[in-house]
């Protein structure tokens, strides 16, 4: 069995005539934390979903635990994804169903196991999250930070193999970021799991990722440890790192020349 | 010059005629293909009755006050417009006969589609359309769940199943608010009311056929509220346009199709 839970290879993916990516390659050993970042609009979401086996790419391929995950079928797919969690952005929790049936849910619809059962497995992983007293609240009496923690504890119902974070630290505040930090390497180790952040918090996942995929124009445009990319000095990476304004991404969108523009008349 | 100017409009126009023709003829098919899934994945949606159960409430029940009342009002109009006609003939007692074929044939099955598609059908759009937008469909895909037989298939058979349950109470309530005009207000006499109506309302050309038709606009109007919501555009001017599509799509395919099943349960 190989070391890598998820393979990339030569992956091209696009739309609308426009490439997204251009033949990218990477790994995604057993056990680790690895992050994809990149600006936005670079296509990482899109590596999520072309893991997840929702979209097919254009070429190369997507190996989960040793299988292509294009070639397979419907339930070649749904077999692969009970392997996977994976944390929405914005949580995604079913707004008609409580804290604890949003967690319910995967055990519910995709196992036999009987109710009492559910009822403590979904008491345990809203513990892990810190959430065992909010169980009988609704989503939308929950706090961006306290839906996050439900989603998470979701992900985990069933003890995935693989656990995807799409953008885990948008829109929060300190606290509660620091809070999914921490949860996202706990439940990794605890779990035994492997973890992909997508996202573009530098110092957050920079805290907790064990390699890093910087994705920029199609093409991984740097990657290696946290450590490796803060002493880096390729221009992108550099920008990217210390929030430069201004660099190989431009401040401004492409436009005509801005004298002539303002002197053209109408 | 002019000339060019002209065969450009021409064509600009023929081409935006024939886009709008293939978009949608390809929603058709998604559609289409839509309704098919939803069959095939129906399994779960009676496996699980409590899930269709608990989309009957919300699309049959939560529906009730409006159906009945509507029929209420309904009834009584019908009553006093067809006393002021039949009354020249000299045959006010045929009232009950009016008000109820015209309620259980026409009117019926009919008003409760119309009714349903702004009621129900723009709220299972809106709430497929929000649950897209909120990448709630996306999740149940990524656990391994088919939104097509968790989502789609129950509030599908909800809406087939509500449908003609709604349809026969507005024809009940409405011949009740025909009655209440009818006799105690105009003065028809009580038995001419209700024994011309037993001896003219056949069970199955009238009673049945509109519970057909019922049942036909049901899986219609249920459909389009669904393929409306699960097609919709993940924003929120997409679930607003989708909603409106539910409501005028609905409309004219329940008028449409009425006048298609008259036609054939004519002949037949």
Known sequence: MTDNIVEIDNLSFGYKGRLLHKGINMVFPRGKVVAIMGGSGSGKTTLLRLIGGQIKPSKGEVRVAGEVVHKQDRDGIYKLRRKMGMLFQHGALFTDLSAFDNVAFPMRELTDLPETMIRDLVLMKLNAVGLRGAHALMPTELSGGMARRVALARAIALDPAIIMYDEPFAGLDPISMGVICGLIRSLNDALGATSIIVSHDVKETFLIADYVYFVADGVIAAEGTPNDLMQSTLPFVHQFVHGDKDGPVPFHYPAANYQSELLKTL | ?268
């Open chain 2, 1 to 268: 010059m002019i000339k060019s100017k002209l065969l450009n409009s021409i064509t600009r126009t023929l081409r935006g005629v024939g886009h709008r023709m293939v978009e949608r003829i390809w929603r058709l098919g998604a559609g289409a293909r839509l309704f098919f899934l939803t069959i095939i994945y129906s399994g779960e949606s009676f496996k699980r009755f409590h899930l269709t159960l608990r989309e009957v409430y919300f699309t049959g029940v939560m529906s009730l006050l409006i159906v009945i009342v509507s029929a209420f009002f309904v009834g009584m109009v019908l009553a006093l417009q067809g006393y002021n006609t039949l009354q020249k003939y000299g045959s006010s007692e045929a009232i009950g006969v009016l008000v109820a074929l015209s309620l259980v044939r026409e009117l019926g099955p009919v008003v409760t589609a119309l009714l349903f598609a702004g009621r129900a059908g723009t709220a299972i759009t809106a709430e497929i359309g929000l649950m897209k937008t909120t990448e709630q469909l996306s999740a149940m895909e990524m656990m391994a769940v088919n939104p097509i037989a968790r989502v789609v298939a129950p509030r599908f058979w909800a809406g087939v199943i509500s449908m003609p349950i709604l349809a026969s109470l507005f024809s009940m309530v409405g011949i009740l608010g025909g009655y209440l005009v009818a006799v105690p207000l105009i003065g028809v006499d009580d038995g001419a009311f209700w024994s011309q109506m037993q001896a003219n309302v056949d069970f199955r050309l009238d009673i049945i056929n509109g519970l057909i038709k019922s049942v036909v606009f049901g899986v219609a109007c249920t459909m389009i509220a669904l393929f409306e919501g699960f097609d919709a555009p993940p924003t929120a001017e997409g679930v607003s346009r989708a909603t409106t599509r539910t409501v005028v799509i609905s409309s004219l395919t329940v008028l449409g199709l009425d006048f298609v099943l008259t036609s054939f349960m004519m002949v037949i």
